[in-house]
Structure formats: C-alpha cells, structure tokens
C-alpha cells in the first residue's frame, strides 16, 4: 500500500486548506482511513478517521466543528477539510490506513500499519 498525501500549505488564522490522500497498490475500500499530525517538539497526534463506506467518522476534540474528514471511494482518494485554522493547528499532517473491520482503535497510531509521508500545513497568526 503506497499513500501519497497532500495540499498543505500556509494560511492564515482563520482560513481554510483541503488536504487530500491518495492510496495505491491496495483496493480502497478494504481500508478504513485516519489524520494525524505531529507538531515540531511533540508527539503525533489523532486528527480523524473514518471507515471504508463513510458510514462512520470520528474526530479529536481539538478539531471537532472545524475539520471533515470525506473520502471518494470512485477516486481512491481521503481528503480532510479544514477550515477556521488557528496557529496550534501547525503541524506535518499524515494519512494513515488500516484493514476495515475492527471498531476500536480508530485514535490509536499503533492501529495503522500504513503511512503516507507527510504534508506541511503553517498556520500564520
């Protein structure tokens, strides 16, 4: 499984960026995916994770009402929307996969065996 993340960038407080995370090697929807984030000195993070048919979605509370997490299963693509960005939200954002199937863990780094490499996002106060 290859995951190939990307459209970080720098914004502004208060402004907006759509990630988004293709995977290949693998079929899409045998997956359910995840966001985390590690800012500079700290550990990563949980973000967001939803299942393989977007029937379920889960968020850390430091970006619930915020953030979407969506996917396209016709594109083999996760996207995480972020809007009202504030500066703590600065960080290297991941995409992580893992097997479908289980109903727990969706937080849980551990839980994901496959990573993509990264994408930039600076938020500017």
């Known amino acids: 499984v290859q995951l190939q993340a990307s459209g970080g960038g720098l914004v502004q407080t208060g402004g907006s960026l759509r990630l988004s995370c293709a995977l290949s090697?693998?079929?899409?929807?045998?997956?359910?995916m995840g966001w985390f984030r590690q800012a500079p000195g700290k550990e990563r993070e949980y973000v967001a994770a939803?299942?393989?048919?977007?029937?379920?979605?889960y968020y850390a509370d430091a970006v619930k009402g915020r953030f979407r997490i969506f996917r396209d299963n016709t594109q083999n693509s996760l996207f995480l929307q972020m809007d009202n960005l504030q500066p703590e939200d600065t960080a290297t954002y991941f995409c992580?996969?893992?097997?479908?199937?289980?109903?727990?863990?969706?937080?849980?780094?551990?839980?994901?065996?496959?990573w993509g490499q990264g994408t930039q996002v600076t938020v500017s106060s």
């Open positions: 090697g693998r079929t899409f929807t045998r997956y359910d």
């Open positions: 939803i299942v393989w048919n977007s029937s379920a979605k």
């Open positions: 992580a996969a893992r097997f479908r199937g289980s109903n727990s863990g969706y937080n849980t780094e551990n839980e994901y065996p496959h």
